[in-house]
């Protein structure tokens, strides 16, 4: 349309005319509070040890723990998420709820070094720790036993507690490990120690570098038993309402790109705070994408974290958490 009266429909571009405008009308905004650091650490190491599928990313030594952690703290995120990486594994990961275990040991001196700067959460599984890599007690026919996992999941929900964690973070996706969990720190007297659900963890095929990085891969089979199945989302809010129910105090959503649907199914239908995990395998592909040329590396993450928000996490766990925040300060 051309010369004349301006037309009568509704001029969008009005509001996108320069950054400082866009910046003023965005819906959705990243902050450093937002997100949370996972950072996997190593015992009997030294130095940090790079993850070949995860560039940047490397297991922790304790040294290099607490130096990540500081910069993390400078950085203004929210917290950091510990995963461990012991030394010796056994059939009942024995080293989960050992007061010299790696996670155990490394959130003492992360809770020393740096009190109440960052929540520290502890990822509560046993993966990490048993040497057929599954989350839990296997039978001898190899089938992970559900409810002596629980008992377990509760000594190391104390063990957690007791060195420090501010939060504990079951991603077993056991059935009842959430109430497990509850009573296990109310009858230690940890209860004010909130539980951060991975309520909706599905059996993802993004998960491929973060066995690398963790050294959990399952020894056979696979964990499709107990992992959600990536075509329902109906099951996914009903393992959220039975996680609140059994006393959860946040819910989390994992993957996130993959399953924005889900986040933004459980954001509208709980009124507890929804964190999101962009796995291993979203991370190494765009830096896989980006080291080919293929995307503008930084405008990728922060579209990708601020799709995740956008969608409902108040929360992302992310491998970029102290970058992107250096990018938004």
């Given at each position: ?256 790109l993959p399953y924005l649907d889900i986040v933004r199914q459980v ?63």
């Amino acid at each position: 349309m051309t010369g004349g009266a301006s037309p009568g429909f509704a001029r969008g571009r009005r509001l996108r005319s320069t950054p400082a405008m866009r910046r003023l009308t965005a819906q959705t905004r990243l902050a450093p509070a937002d997100f949370v650091l996972p950072v996997f650490v190593k015992q009997d190491i030294t130095e940090p040890v790079p993850i070949t599928s995860m560039p940047g990313v490397v297991q922790h030594s304790m040294d290099s723990l607490r130096t990540a952690a500081q910069e993390a703290a400078e950085a203004g995120i929210g917290g950091l998420m510990l995963f461990g990486i012991p030394a010796e594994k056994d059939a009942v990961g024995s080293q989960a709820d050992a007061a010299d275990g790696i996670v155990n040991v490394a959130l003492q001196q992360l809770r020393a070094d740096l009190g109440d700067e960052l929540v520290l959460m502890a990822d509560l599984c046993l993966c990490e720790y048993t040497d057929h890599g599954h989350c839990g007690v296997v039978t001898p026919a190899g089938v992970v036993d559900n409810d002596p996992t629980l008992d377990r999941y509760a000594a190391v929900a104390i063990a957690q507690a007791q060195a420090g964690a501010h939060l504990v973070a079951p991603s077993g996706m056991m059935d009842g490990q959430v109430a497990a969990i509850r009573a296990g720190l109310d009858s230690a007297a940890f209860t004010e120690v909130p539980i951060l659900a991975y309520a909706a963890k599905y059996a993802s095929g993004f998960y491929g570098p973060f066995r690398e990085a963790a050294e959990g891969a399952p020894q056979f089979g696979d964990r499709s038993t107990y992992q959600m199945d990536p075509p329902n989302a109906a099951e996914a809010l009903r393992e959220v309402a039975q996680d609140l129910a059994e006393g959860a105090d946040a819910v989390m959503v994992k993957p996130a790109l993959p399953y924005l649907d889900i986040v933004r199914q459980v954001a509208d239908a709980v009124d507890v705070p929804v964190s999101a995990y962009q796995v291993s395998g979203e991370y190494a592909m765009v830096e896989a994408a980006a080291e080919r040329g293929m995307v503008d590396r930084r405008r990728a993450i922060l579209e990708t974290l601020t799709s995740i928000r956008r969608a409902g996490a108040g929360t992302v766990l992310t491998y970029w958490a102290v970058e992107a925040a250096g990018w938004l300060r």
